[in-house]
């Protein structure tokens, strides 16, 4: 049994199991509920949070690439090799306004509030992401010739991206701190979703059709976390 993390709300109206590089599996339950019957839930969740576990093998040691700082003064994109520059204004008048111009990120406001500064920062990443990673996708499928419906741009907490089988593609925000490689790889495995919407050796086969080397991507896009500072985190 995993380690795992109670968390009561008020909120909630169903049992969820949430999984994440940062924090492990988090327990959120209703008020209604009784702690006591977690374990015996996990164990009926056991095969999926293993291999949810699996995905995120070594990274809690992992020393970040990325600033782990609430409050970062630097940002840089690696998918789309952009570097940003972050100043921050104390204005007791203002919420928690962001102004850019060009490379150049100015917040104004409540700056010395870390939830707003993260909630602020996260909406200009997902404006980033609409502008860069749909038409990116774009260019891939109409590369192999698998064309998908839909592309929505989430903040997913454990996945880099899903496909559903109204073949819409969902692209997480935080792909953008990704190395490029890996960012058409995602892109290749959800379009091959479009075909084969499981991991089964036919889909393997026609991945590696398209990228000889994506066993190997595969096990470095798990290891690929620490390249996410902790602002970009759902919380």
């Known amino acids: 049994m995993p380690a795992y993390r109670v968390r009561v709300s008020s909120r909630a109206r169903h049992v969820r199991i949430q999984v994440s590089a940062a924090e492990g599996v988090i327990v959120v339950l209703p008020r209604a509920v009784n702690p006591a019957s977690v374990p015996a839930l996990l164990w009926k969740k056991k095969a999926w949070l293993d291999r949810t576990l699996s995905q995120f093998e070594g990274l809690q040691h992992q020393?970040?690439?990325?600033?782990?700082?609430?409050?970062?003064?630097?940002?840089?994109?690696?998918?789309?090799?952009?570097?940003?520059?972050?100043?921050?204004?104390?204005?007791?008048?203002?919420d928690l306004h962001l102004d850019t111009l060009g490379n150049q990120l100015l917040l104004q406001g409540h700056v010395t509030h870390d939830s707003l500064v993260r909630q602020t920062l996260q909406r200009w990443l997902t404006e980033q992401a609409h502008l860069h990673l749909p038409p990116w996708l774009e260019t891939v499928s109409k590369e192999i010739g698998l064309k998908h419906l839909k592309t929505i741009i989430r903040g997913q907490r454990t996945r880099w991206a899903s496909c559903s089988q109204r073949q819409t593609i969902s692209l997480n925000h935080k792909l953008l701190f990704l190395p490029p490689h890996l960012v058409r790889y995602v892109f290749l495995h959800e379009l091959v979703h479009l075909v084969h919407f499981n991991h089964s050796p036919c889909f393997w086969t026609l991945l590696t059709h398209f990228e000889?080397?994506?066993?190997?991507?595969?096990?470095?896009l798990r290891?690929?976390?620490?390249y996410v500072p902790a602002w970009?985190?759902?919380?």
């Open 63 to 94: 020393r970040p690439l990325a600033t782990q700082n609430a409050s970062p003064t630097f940002i840089y994109l690696r998918a789309i090799n952009q570097q940003f520059q972050v100043t921050y204004h104390k204005a007791a008048n203002l």
């Open 212 to 220: 000889s080397n994506c066993r190997s991507l595969d096990q470095e």
């Open 223 to 226: 290891r690929a976390g620490h």
């Open 232 to 235: 970009a985190e759902r919380r």
